[in-house]
């Protein structure tokens, strides 16, 4: 009898991990997730003939050889698959509840945990599938720039220790999100994204402050502290940066050494692959099982989270809203429209109607010199929002009803991008207007970014389906932008200061090149192609 | 088979969606009526295994479902009101993740029962793009993988054109000569041939179960059928209850309920069902009427 359930539980697991795999590889969202994917690694492969370099050692350049691309690819990408996998990969048991499926489901005789099992399976190979065309662009690159040849088990023995614990943390915290419905919604996107940001925080510190083993490196799923610790062992510098850097031309190329995973590193990669699979035990304990009592359909859209709740609260708040709607019905035409969808963007989050009313009055009072920490602050919730604006009728069911309203699908998709740019005007504009007065090219970078962004979230949206393309992609450059406080290039929205005349107008340029793909598309899909 | 002891369901305090509902059931088309709202799906969903009951047993075969869900899951099909299907998957696919997962591991099941709602032409097509009735029909096909002992459907012909209304309850009649098939509607016509037993709910609990003939033969001499000048119309709808009215160039033929003649010239008429129900329906409001 046993033999027989495994057996039968064995053939579960194996067509359960074939659909994930089929369901998230054919989405249009995974598609645009390897088309960044390889962009982002042609970028991180600076080419050597222009003096650039990926991995930097007290100004000199550490040569492409397979060690180093590997080690190198390896660290960038554990900075962002994190976060975009986890955004990538999450949401199939919403997608359940919301098509009814999750019924069903629950009603076959398959169990809790061989289920849950399954999707995590399906997680780690969806997450190792996007890793082997990573990989795959590496070793193309290897051959275009490299400077040796491919070792290919270099290669695979760092992916295997650096990104496969990261690969299963990123799994097991998508299960664990899915499966318990306070998670499952948009606080729960938010929470993970300042888990993500812990834990890197951990392995970095664990990297610099530690000259022997550190039990905090267990806890570096990214394997960032890894790659440090072992890279600053076999080059020692006052200055390591991975990722690229100003290079001295007149020092000669370093040559980072083959075999650089002691047993002791090894371990702890494998250790943390091991801690990384703790969360399943309490997906395993909460998991709703799609139970109606503990997961309606409509948290199935929106979520049952803090979030929700603090909505909940709020929801007084919303009154006033009401006036925008009368305003909106007597606006003509796509403003009207755009009015609409603002006034409906507060309605059903009154909380950032609450944050509107606080950075107004932050923008008011603060000093020219904490305007900047008002736009991150404003940027942050402002691109959540917008987040769900290109897809909120495709979840609700509602988007036959806007293509059929006057204008069609194509002025409905422009009136999310205008609805978009004034929410984040609602957001920043007395700090629009006083750095209009002191500082007209924040003001610019700050208009252009707006533009931008909101023209990215509107074609990541109608592309792939889901907010959490967009702002996974969001959020990890807000992190990188917080991080990295002079490139000019990542100061979007002026926040930094950073930003020179040229980001300013690439940045609208990109805008309007987006919103025209965007509109584009829309087009398209109403014309029925 | 299946029995139901006392099951009751509440939400919060003071909402009682299912409400002390007893009731034997063996094999045979079971057809659960109420108006949205009465506690159906509820009902439905604790059968199936995924709400639990706040008190009372629901036992298959003397085994304690809410204890013991797999003795229920392993002989259950079920298609729920609101289901969907996964985009970019194919019907054959759709249908192999869902053979995984009940243990069904025979592809010639499949292949047999996609012939069987005639599916089978469409197998690699993405379901995503099926019509509404297509997507019904892999619903279905899906709820027969495992050969189920007991098949719950919600509200099964929703969406479905009248062809594929007709060949749905042919297919359902046929599975309930061997096995146990619950069917939840609030469309009478839906089961009034197929069900050998109509259970009727309201508010959350269950107000009767019969056969439709039961039914239909509680409620002769009770609808009756006249026809008025259309002028008398208005004023007639608002004293009587009037279950259908048809305009002719004689006037208006109306069917009215009510327990003895209703005004001259009406003679008894023989009820459908939808017309008993309504009728028993009728009835009781003015009993609970009376006895406030």
């Known amino acids: 009898m046993t033999a027989v359930r495994l057996s039968l539980d064995s053939e579960a697991l194996k067509v359960l991990l074939l659909t994930e795999v089929r369901l998230r590889m054919r989405r249009p969202g995974t598609l645009v997730a390897v088309l960044a994917l390889i962009v982002l690694t042609w970028l991180m492969v600076g080419d050597p003939a222009r003096n650039q370099a990926m991995i930097v050692s007290d100004g000199a350049r550490v040569a492409y050889t397979s060690s180093c691309l590997a080690m190198g690819s390896a660290a960038l990408t554990g900075l962002f698959f994190g976060l975009a996998g986890f955004y990538l990969a999450r949401g199939r048991m919403g997608e359940d509840v919301r098509s009814g499926i999750g019924a069903v489901l629950a009603a076959t005789p398959s169990a809790s945990g061989v289920f849950l099992l399954g999707r995590w399976l399906g997680n780690v190979a969806y997450l190792c599938g996007l890793l082997l065309i990573f990989l795959a662009t590496m070793l193309v690159l290897h051959l275009l720039r490299g400077e040796g040849p491919i070792q290919l088990t270099i290669y695979l023995q760092t992916y295997g220790l650096v990104l496969l614990p990261l690969v299963f943390f990123t799994a097991s915290m998508v299960l664990l999100f899915d499966a318990w419905p306070p998670l499952m919604g948009k606080g729960g996107d938010v929470l993970y994204f300042f888990l993500w940001t812990a834990q890197l925080g951990v392995g970095a510190t664990a990297a610099i402050h530690s000259t022997s083993w550190n039990p905090l490196l267990l806890l570096d799923f990214s394997g960032i502290g890894a790659i440090v610790g072992m890279v600053q062992q076999a080059l020692p510098s006052d200055g390591l940066v991975i990722g690229g850097g100003d290079v001295n031309a007149s020092l000669a190329a370093l040559l980072l050494p083959d075999g650089l995973w002691s047993a002791q590193a090894a371990w702890t990669r494998v250790g943390s692959a091991l801690l990384a699979l703790l969360p399943l035990l309490p997906a395993l304990l909460l998991f709703h099982r799609f139970s109606p009592d503990r997961v309606k359909v409509r948290a199935g859209r929106s979520g049952w989270s803090p979030l929700a709740l603090l909505n909940g609260w709020l929801l007084p708040c919303a009154r006033l809203v009401q006036p925008l709607f009368g305003l909106a019905a007597r606006v003509p035409g796509i403003g009207g429209r755009a009015l609409a969808l603002l006034a409906l963007t507060l309605a059903t989050n009154p909380a950032a109607l609450v944050a509107a009313l606080a950075l107004l009055v932050l923008g008011c009072v603060a000093g020219a010199a904490q305007l900047g920490a008002v736009i991150i602050a404003a940027t942050l919730a402002w691109g959540i929002l917008i987040s769900e604006i290109s897809v909120r009728d495709v979840q609700h069911d509602i988007d036959g009803l806007n293509a059929a309203t006057p204008g069609g699908r194509v002025q409905a998709y422009a009136a999310q991008w205008l609805a978009s740019i004034l929410l984040a005007l609602l957001f920043t504009a007395p700090v629009l207007l006083r750095w209009l007065a002191i500082a007209p090219l924040r003001a610019a970078a700050l208009l252009s970014g707006v533009l931008a962004l909101a023209a990215a979230a509107g074609l990541l949206g109608s592309l792939s389906r889901t907010a959490r393309l967009f702002l996974a992609l969001f959020l990890f450059g807000i992190y990188v932008a917080t991080q990295a406080r002079d490139v000019a290039g990542l100061d979007v929205v002026g926040f930094n200061g950073a930003a020179t005349v040229l980001t300013v107008v690439g940045y609208l340029l990109t805008g309007v090149l987006l919103f025209c793909g965007g509109m584009w598309i829309e087009s398209k899909r109403e014309a029925g192609k | ?292």
């Open chain 2, 1 to 292: 088979m299946l029995e139901l002891r006392n099951v009751v369901k509440t939400y919060g305090k003071n909402v009682r969606a299912v409400d002390d509902v007893s009731l034997d059931l063996s094999a045979g088309v079971v057809g659960l009526i109420g108006h949205n709202g009465a506690g159906k799906t509820t009902l439905m969903q604790m059968i199936a295994t995924i709400a639990k009951p706040t008190s009372g047993h629901i036992l298959l075969d003397g085994v304690d479902i809410v204890k013991q869900p797999d003795a229920m899951r392993t002989r259950l099909g079920f298609l729920p009101q609101d289901f969907g299907v996964y985009p970019n998957l194919s019907a054959l696919e759709f249908m192999q993740y869902f053979a995984a997962l009940k243990g069904v591991r025979d592809p010639a099941r499949i292949r047999h029962l996609l012939e069987l709602v005639n599916l089978h032409d469409h197998a690699k097509r993405q379901a995503a793009g099926f019509s509404g009735g297509m997507k019904r029909r892999l619903g279905i096909a899906q709820a027969l993988l495992n050969d189920p002992d007991v098949l719950i459907v919600d509200e099964p012909t929703a969406g479905l054109d009248p062809e594929e209304r007709l060949r749905f309850r042919h297919l359902l009649s046929e599975i309930g000569l061997r096995k146990l098939v619950i069917v939840s509607t609030h469309i009478v016509s839906d089961i009034e041939n197929m069900a050998g037993r109509l259970a009727i709910m309201n508010q959350g609990r269950l107000v009767d179960c019969d056969t439709p003939d039961s039914f239909v033969q509680r409620a002769r001499s009770q609808v009756w059928s006249v026809t008025v000048a259309a002028q008398d119309y208005d004023t007639l709808s608002a004293q009587l209850r009037v279950l259908q009215a048809q305009r002719h160039a004689g006037g208006v033929t109306l069917r009215i309920a009510h327990p003895s003649v209703p005004l001259a010239g009406a003679v008894p008429a023989e009820p459908t069902l939808e017309e008993a129900l309504m009728t028993q329906r009728y009835a009781a409001r003015d009993n609970a009427a009376l006895a406030a």
